[in-house]
């Protein structure tokens, strides 16, 4: 046995060390390409670990990647060169809410969801909502800097942390931030480490801010016989004194999808639908609603509907929920883009979507965050099907360049990971990505954590085939 | 086609494609909670078949994982992509049973339950009669004799002070196979009466038809019935398994009934599944599709009937733990619900997590005691919460493994747990 896997054992218990083939080949994928079996998974229930395991590798020089449920959608926790797939999910659940402060102290492993139920119980929410909430882990929502439907109004992960607790690459552990809302006391490296996919350390605890819980909300459903006149609703409505929680998008090809996997109610055809959710006073959503109706049968939408009660509500948003599901039904593969542009651009993106779509002939359906021009062009397709896949490559690169071009980013939520690591220069440009490089580097000086994310290897290219 | 291929078809290897690894299963996974480790998650195992499938890994690799599911489907009803996880599932175990890679341990234990405890070839009575004749002598000292306990701790004693008394095989031959109403029926229903449930819960299968009765249905019992088969499935028996699918199809066609009424869970999930047994645009498949039109929980057929009353209160404080099979194959999760509701004078305290598996899983308890028992534990602390005074339950393994807890709890002179027939008839229901 190598002399850092004996080095490991030292401090950590065997059964966290996990060295079976079946153990290491659980631990060689997430939610997104690929599959990279490490040497070694191990589990990390408590800080001291974490700094012991951090140190062996930067003496032995192993990579380590930290993971937490795997739900990633970029390729985060891939371990790419082998080594130590550092599983933080067992970690026990910490939630600790200062309600007076309007704070809580999370351990990693929370799930996200759980932080908002602990919330909800002293009248304060937790906003960042990715639909992967209930599964997901806190510490992996804070290294993806993740998203979801209510950034449109509250912000993401990053908007919400205070401070950490992080174990450098090195070793050693720092804080950064502190429990306050105002803090410009040096280098805000907090922000700095949220969003940096695990590459400068591992987060052992973090500071997050809650917000009060609305007391009401309220959802709109409005059709359009075409796309342009959906982007122009959501502009004119976010200048028009109103800020909804959520402004969901679906085009055409979801909503058939949907109707076809589980009748949901949804009108097949309209061109697209946009799902609104109004947030605040009782009082002030009655007013909100109707400005909002107004606004959009002036702007020419086909219908609106507003659900009368909860119940109606929650099945708009379980037919949206279906969005998954039904579109996996076209083809088994789904490959899932997060590029976003800026808001009043919708529409142009939506018809660089369509003429990808013809160029390359393959399925795209479009839905997503409209609200903040957070769209998820997704790609039904086979990945055994080689031929296919290699138009699908072809697609998604230039589904990036598109929106680059419009003055967007790559990935509004899921992060960079492998897969879009070969198109970071083209939006930072060879000086942005390298003073990123030069940050890494001085925090990493071995290079030991998470390698292969973010920064591309020379040449590298997006591959989505297996062989 | 070449050997992998062959394991491919046989393992599903096609099916693997439709999980996307978002990972929603994680967290509905009962042992991924107790194991603590991606390998005994949804997610993991479907991951681990396609490396087998693919040759990465071996049948070998796969054994542990594969063993230590439930197969409570817990995760079929949360994956967004409805993933045939059951057929994955089967289709591993058929393998790994192929493979014969079973640890000796483990395949005493099998060929100990599958010859002498459920029914391969015999008609279920002979096998209450067996259940009569272990209690009488001890089942404990029967696997002792085998030398079985040397190989592997059993723990039948643990499920030997649970079992309720059984009546004696004369008891047992007087029940009648036909019973008729004076009053029209609302449907004539043949009664599926399950071989655990038939030998352990004899009591509650007598009950059962006494209720169907009073609920103003017309009842036989067909004689040829047999198991059916989910345990053999379970355990990667197909052959077997289809053998005696094939057999009660053909039972109960001898008879014109409306439905097949059983009162077990994890019976009832196999045998709505049967057409899955049997290729597409054959004559069996369409018998099969023909049979399982029929199938029903029991709960279902008594819900539907609204003329009915319950003369006795039943003042009681209860929780009920629903069927993971019942829940997540056939999908009957209303029913017992509504009929509970029903009972005048009960008290229902709803569990946190009503939908995670109690550990009971057809054999699971015996050949994997302690995982069960950890399974068991994590479901007695939602249990207990409740401070209930019985818990009701639908399926005979889900009873037995209940009545496990509460000894195991400690708590057996405050709380019982019993079958929603059982519960139902203490309510003494009548025509109106």
């Given at each position: 046995m190598?002399?850092?896997?004996?080095?490991?054992k030292?401090e950590i218990?065997?059964?966290?060390?996990?060295?079976?083939?079946?153990?290491?080949?659980?631990?060689?994928?997430?939610?997104?390409?690929?599959?990279h079996?490490?040497?070694?998974?191990?589990?990390?229930?408590?800080?001291?670990?974490?700094?012991?395991?951090?140190?062996?590798?930067?003496?032995?020089?192993?990579?380590?990647?930290?993971?937490?449920?795997?739900?990633?959608?970029s390729?985060?926790?891939?371990?790419?060169?082998?080594?130590?797939?550092?599983?933080?999910?067992?970690?026990?659940?910490?939630?600790?809410?200062?309600?007076?402060?309007?704070?809580?102290?999370?351990?990693p492993?929370?799930?996200?969801?759980?932080?908002?139920?602990?919330?909800?119980?002293?009248?304060l929410?937790?906003?960042p909502?990715?639909?992967?909430?209930?599964?997901?882990?806190?510490?992996?929502?804070?290294?993806?800097?993740?998203?979801?439907?209510?950034?449109?109004k509250?912000?993401?992960?990053?908007?919400?942390?205070?401070?950490?607790?992080?174990v450098?690459?090195?070793?050693?552990?720092?804080?950064t931030?502190?429990?306050?809302?105002?803090?410009?006391t040096?280098f805000?490296?907090?922000?700095?480490?949220?969003g940096?996919?695990?590459?400068?350390?591992v987060?052992?605890?973090?500071?997050?801010?809650l917000?009060?819980?609305?007391?009401?909300?309220?959802?709109?459903?409005v059709?359009?016989?075409?796309?342009?006149?959906?982007?122009?609703?959501?502009?004119?409505?976010?200048?028009?004194?109103?800020?909804?929680?959520?402004?969901e998008?679906?085009?055409?090809?979801?909503i058939?999808a949907?109707?076809?996997?589980?009748?949901?109610?949804?009108?097949?055809?309209?061109?697209?639908?946009?799902?609104?959710?109004?947030?605040?006073?009782p009082?002030?959503?009655?007013v909100?609603?109707k400005l909002v109706?107004?606004?959009?049968?002036?702007?020419?939408?086909?219908?609106?509907s507003?659900?009368?009660?909860?119940?109606?509500?929650?099945?708009?948003w379980?037919?949206?929920?279906?969005?998954?599901?039904?579109?996996?039904?076209?083809?088994p593969?789904?490959?899932?883009?997060?590029?976003?542009?800026?808001?009043?651009?919708?529409?142009?993106m939506?018809?660089r979507?369509?003429?990808?779509?013809?160029?390359?002939?393959?399925?795209?359906?479009?839905?997503?965050?409209?609200?903040?021009?957070?769209l998820?062009?997704?790609?039904?397709c086979?990945?055994?099907?080689?031929?296919?896949?290699?138009?699908?490559?072809?697609?998604?690169e230039?589904i990036?360049?598109?929106?680059?071009?419009?003055?967007?980013?790559?990935?509004?939520?899921?992060?960079?990971?492998?897969?879009?690591?070969?198109?970071m220069?083209?939006?930072?440009?060879?000086?942005?990505?390298?003073m990123?490089?030069?940050?890494?580097?001085?925090?990493?000086?071995?290079?030991?954590?998470?390698?292969?994310?973010?920064?591309?290897e020379?040449?590298?290219?997006?591959?989505?085939?297996?062989? | 086609?070449?050997?992998?291929?062959?394991?491919?078809?046989?393992?599903?290897?096609?099916?693997?494609?439709?999980?996307?690894?978002?990972?929603?299963?994680?967290?509905?996974?009962?042992t991924?909670?107790?194991?603590?480790?991606?390998?005994?998650?949804?997610r993991?195992?479907i991951?681990?078949?396609?490396m087998?499938?693919?040759g990465?890994a071996?049948?070998?690799?796969?054994?542990?994982?594969?063993?230590k599911?439930?197969g409570?489907?817990?995760?079929?009803t949360?994956?967004?992509?409805n993933?045939?996880?059951?057929?994955?599932?089967?289709?591993a175990?058929?393998?790994?049973?192929?493979h014969?890679?079973?640890?000796?341990?483990?395949?005493?234990?099998?060929?100990?339950?599958?010859g002498?405890?459920?029914?391969?070839g015999?008609?279920?009575?002979?096998?209450?009669?067996?259940?009569?004749?272990?209690?009488?002598?001890?089942?404990q000292a029967?696997?002792?004799?085998s030398?079985?306990t040397?190989l592997a701790?059993?723990?039948?004693?643990?499920?030997e002070?649970?079992?309720?008394?059984?009546?004696?095989?004369?008891?047992?031959?007087?029940?009648?196979?036909?019973?008729?109403?004076?009053?029209?029926?609302?449907a004539?229903?043949?009664f599926?009466?399950?071989?655990?449930?038939?030998?352990?819960?004899?009591e509650?299968?007598?009950?059962?038809?006494?209720?169907?009765?009073r609920?103003?249905?017309?009842?036989?019992?067909?004689?040829?019935q047999?198991?059916?088969?989910?345990?053999?499935?379970?355990?990667?028996?197909?052959?077997?398994?289809?053998?005696?699918?094939?057999?009660?199809?053909?039972?109960?066609?001898e008879e014109?009934?409306?439905?097949?009424?059983n009162n077990?869970?994890?019976?009832?999930a196999?045998?709505?599944?049967?057409?899955?047994?049997?290729?597409?645009?054959?004559?069996?498949?369409?018998?099969?599709?023909?049979?399982?039109?029929k199938?029903?929980?029991?709960?279902?057929?008594?819900?539907?009937?609204?003329?009915?009353?319950f003369?006795?209160?039943?003042?009681?404080?209860?929780?009920?733990?629903?069927?993971?099979?019942?829940?997540?194959?056939?999908?009957?999760?209303?029913?017992?619900?509504?009929?509970?509701?029903?009972?005048?004078?009960?008290?229902?305290?709803?569990?946190?997590?009503p939908?995670f598996?109690?550990g009971?899983?057809?054999?699971?308890?015996?050949?994997?005691?302690?995982?069960?028992?950890?399974?068991?534990?994590?479901?007695?602390?939602?249990?207990?919460?409740?401070?209930?005074?019985?818990v009701?339950?639908?399926?005979?393994g889900?009873?037995?493994q209940?009545?496990?807890?509460?000894?195991?709890?400690?708590?057996?002179?405050?709380?019982?747990?019993?079958?929603?027939?059982?519960?139902l008839l203490?309510?003494?229901?009548?025509?109106?």
């Open positions: 190598s002399n850092w896997m004996e080095a490991l030292e218990p065997d059964h966290q060390i996990m060295t079976e083939i079946a153990d290491r080949y659980s631990y060689s994928f997430d939610a997104s390409f690929g599959e079996l490490p040497d070694v998974a191990i589990q990390a229930k408590s800080k001291k670990e974490v700094v012991h395991i951090v140190k062996v590798a930067n003496k032995y020089q192993i990579p380590i990647y930290p993971r937490g449920q795997g739900t990633c959608l390729g985060g926790p891939l371990p790419v060169y082998g080594g130590i797939v550092l599983d933080l999910s067992q970690w026990p659940e910490k939630i600790d809410v200062s309600a007076d402060d309007l704070t809580v102290k999370v351990s492993s929370v799930l996200t969801a759980r932080i908002n139920e602990e919330a909800e119980k002293h009248g929410m937790y906003a909502d990715p639909s992967s909430a209930h599964v997901a882990t806190i510490g992996g929502n804070l290294a993806e800097n993740s998203g979801g439907p209510r950034g449109l509250y912000g993401v992960t990053k908007d919400f942390v205070l401070g950490l607790e992080l450098t690459p090195e070793g050693e552990v720092i804080q931030g502190g429990q306050t809302i105002k803090n410009v040096g805000d490296l907090t922000k700095l480490i949220v940096s996919e695990g590459t400068l350390g987060i052992t605890e973090a500071t997050l801010k917000v009060p819980k609305p007391a009401g909300v309220q959802t709109i459903m059709e359009f016989t075409d796309v342009q006149t959906a982007g122009k609703a959501i502009s004119r409505t976010l200048t028009s004194g109103i800020l909804p929680s959520k402004m998008f679906m085009d055409q090809a979801c058939r949907v109707e076809n996997f589980k009748p949901s109610g949804l009108p097949i055809d309209a061109e697209a639908i946009v799902i609104i959710e109004l947030d605040g006073h009082e002030a959503l009655k909100e609603t109706e107004g606004i959009m049968q002036e702007i020419g939408a086909s219908n609106v507003i659900p009368a009660t909860s119940e109606e509500a929650t099945k708009i379980q037919a949206r929920k279906q969005v998954s599901p039904a579109i996996a039904k076209i083809k593969t789904k490959v899932s883009e997060d590029a976003t542009v800026p808001r009043s651009k919708i529409p142009e939506m018809d979507l369509h003429m990808i779509k013809e160029k390359y002939q393959v399925e795209v359906v479009v839905f997503g965050h409209a609200g903040d021009g957070n998820h062009p997704n790609i039904l086979d990945k055994r099907d080689q031929e296919e896949m290699a138009r699908v490559e072809q697609a998604v230039e990036f360049q598109a929106a680059i071009d419009l003055g967007g980013t790559l990935s509004g939520e899921h992060g960079i990971g492998t897969m879009k690591a070969p198109f220069e083209h939006e930072l440009g060879a000086v942005g990505l390298e990123m490089k030069r940050i890494k580097d001085s925090w990493d000086p071995n290079g030991i954590m998470n390698p292969g994310k973010i920064f591309p020379k040449g590298q290219k997006l591959v989505l085939r297996n062989e | 086609m070449s050997e992998l291929q062959a394991l491919q078809q046989k393992i599903n290897y096609d099916k693997t494609f439709d999980c996307v690894q978002c990972g929603y299963c994680l967290p509905a996974c009962p991924y909670e107790t194991m603590e480790r991606e390998t005994h998650s949804p993991g195992r991951n681990l078949v396609k087998v499938a693919e990465k071996s049948v070998q690799d796969l054994e542990k994982p594969i063993e599911c439930l409570c489907m817990a995760c079929t949360v994956c967004p992509t993933v045939q996880y059951g057929e994955i599932l089967e289709g175990k058929e393998v790994i049973e192929d014969q890679i079973k640890s000796t341990s483990r395949k005493k234990i099998e060929d100990f339950l599958f002498s405890f459920f029914p391969s015999k008609w279920m009575n002979t096998l209450g009669n067996l259940t009569w004749f272990y209690q009488k002598t001890g089942i029967l696997a002792n004799k030398r079985l040397k701790p059993l723990h039948l004693d643990k499920f002070q649970v079992i309720p008394q059984q009546p004696s095989p004369k008891e047992r031959s007087k029940r009648a196979k036909r019973y008729k109403r004076k009053r029209p029926a609302h004539k229903v043949a599926f009466t399950g071989c655990v449930m038939d030998s352990v819960f004899f509650t299968n007598q009950n059962t038809i006494e209720l169907l009765l609920f103003g249905f017309e009842v036989v019992l067909p004689e040829q047999t198991c059916c088969g989910a345990l053999h499935a379970h355990s990667g028996k197909v052959n077997e398994s289809v053998e005696l699918a094939k057999r009660n199809i053909k039972a109960f066609e014109e009934i409306d439905y097949i009424v077990a869970g994890g019976c009832g196999r045998m709505v599944e049967y057409h899955h047994l049997f290729e597409e645009g054959t004559t069996w498949r369409e018998r099969a599709e023909q049979f399982v039109s199938v029903r929980d029991i709960s279902e057929v008594l819900a539907e009937v609204d003329d009915l009353v003369n006795k209160s039943v003042d009681r404080t209860i929780t009920y733990q629903p069927s993971c099979h019942m829940t997540n194959v056939q999908k009957v999760k209303n029913p017992p619900l509504q009929l509970i509701k029903d009972v005048p004078g009960i008290t229902l305290k709803e569990l946190d997590r939908d598996c109690c009971s899983a057809g054999i699971y308890n015996i050949v994997n005691y302690e995982d069960s028992m950890d399974v068991l534990d994590v479901k007695m602390k939602d249990v207990c919460g409740t401070n209930s005074e019985s009701i339950t639908t399926n005979p889900c009873l037995l209940m009545k496990l807890g509460i000894e195991r709890e400690g708590v057996t002179h405050t709380m019982d747990a019993v079958h929603l027939v059982d519960l203490e309510a003494d229901p009548q025509q109106k």
